[in-house]
């Protein structure tokens, strides 16, 4: 017996829609709004139904909606975005009389907020989704994405990215949840997930950026919702990361920066923004978030969201150069009212930060950013959508046309797109494999060298007594501390690590003057360094 719908667009609708859309290999999302308009703000009621009748199946407009059929709240949703004829939207599931219903959706955890993302300028249709499949490769929650097509009161809409809404839940962001009693103790330390973006609700950073103000936003709790107490926890906590970032001993392991903020969500966040060069890394649409303090509670940067400007899709800032840092924005958009905190520029001049990013680099290198992967991951995407960009590329003829901010040039085909994207890619991460801090053990031993170590860096003169080598493989060298008339003032052992090796000269009791340094190993190798003091 056929299943009597809850809802049934007219007759008149559907052969409207079949015009265009009689069946597709992607789910189908039809939405009715009654005779509404969709606004920016607030949601109104509508009718949705979901045709989904499994992977690799067919989806035909005249199914039964099979996988949803019942309200929704749905409003616009984006900022610059909003100006593109094709809308992206919030969504929340809804029961006839507006209150939320989580249900699980395409295999993903239950919930009732999601997003109905539009891919106007970015013709490849897969910013986002490449960028949130690298972060979750990485092992951080983003967003889950599902391509659909989707039908708005009887007219089609197009190819949408269907995906996951930042909140807090076990299946999202997973920190507790906190009611307006959690205003002491462990129960105020967590959670929170906080942004920096246009639209600030929240607190401003004590530490201007470019001659603007760095602006924080809640994002849980709510606004609406977060206590006074609350309100204070965070703010004192994020200031307190901000001093010791700032502060001259930033670097010390137990009360710099990192007893505040967790060091390996910042490097992969990052590499995220770097690899993409998101125009708008760092400075808009950044979450963090913090769990309570029993559960080792810091900062983590994540999860990624927003990355439609990113991938060579912005025409200013140099926002699709292959070369150059996102992180030095303000450098070279100094006027630009958004601008990235100064946090980034800070954490590269951390030693230890340095290193441990290149190894995390050279590994994801050989993963998730490698270029048969990450060529893969687009192909496939090409595959899934290729029956339907025909009917979306009819209905927004944007291939070959400048939409807001697409730089020249401009390929006239969507496998023109494809193969810019490709290309830019490998490109841009050559040109970070050649150009990211090269210290600590996984140090790439300059090729045209010999001698199993090498001096690569100390002040001359002296004003510091660090001296960094590199080294070939694990080794002890001897170390002469000689005068200028060749007397020997010290010798020590030294023992090198493979990569690279910091290590202190014995300079406190020098007098002003000229010294040798001589370092050499059991095999012969001998280097030696002329310093003034």
Known sequence: MKK???FIPSLFLFTLIQAQLSSSNLPLIVINTNGQDIQDDPKIMADMGIIFNGNNARNNITDSFNHYNGK??????GQ???????KSYSIELWNSTGGSVNK?????????????YAPYSDKTLLHNFLAYTLSREFGHWAANCR??????????????VFMEKIKRKAGRV??????NTDNSGDAVTGGYIFSIDKEADGWFSRYPAGGGSIQYSYIYPKVTNITLEQKAYIKAYTDSFEDALHHINYQDKQNGWRKFADENSFIDYFIVNEASRNVDGYRLSSFFYKDRYSKNGKINAGPVWDYD????????CNGSNVDGWAYQFNTVCPGDFWQVPFWWGQLLADTSFKNNLRCRWKALRTTALHPGHLNHVIDSVASLTAEARQRHFQQWPTLGQYVWPNPQPIATTYEGEIQTLKTWLASRLDWIDKNIPNTGACTDYPSNLTASFNITSFSNPLNNNDMVIQSRQEQNIGMKVMDMTGRLLQWSSVHLAAGSNTIQLP???????IYFIELSNAAGEKVTKRIVK
Do not use: C, H, T
């Open 147 to 160: 391509y659909v097509e989707v039908v708005v009161n009887g007219a089609y809409k197009g190819i949408y």
């Open 507 to 513: 300079s406190a009791y020098w007098a002003a003057g």
């Open 4 to 6: 009597i719908l809850l």
């Open 309 to 316: 400007l990113a991938f060579r899709n912005a025409d200013y």
């Open 80 to 86: 610059s975005s909003q100006m593109f004829p094709m």
């Open 72 to 77: 929704i709240g749905i409003e616009i949703r």
């Open 174 to 179: 997973n920190v507790p949840s906190m009611s």
């Open 104 to 116: 699980s959706l395409f295999g993903l955890p239950s919930e009732s907020d999601w997003v109905l």
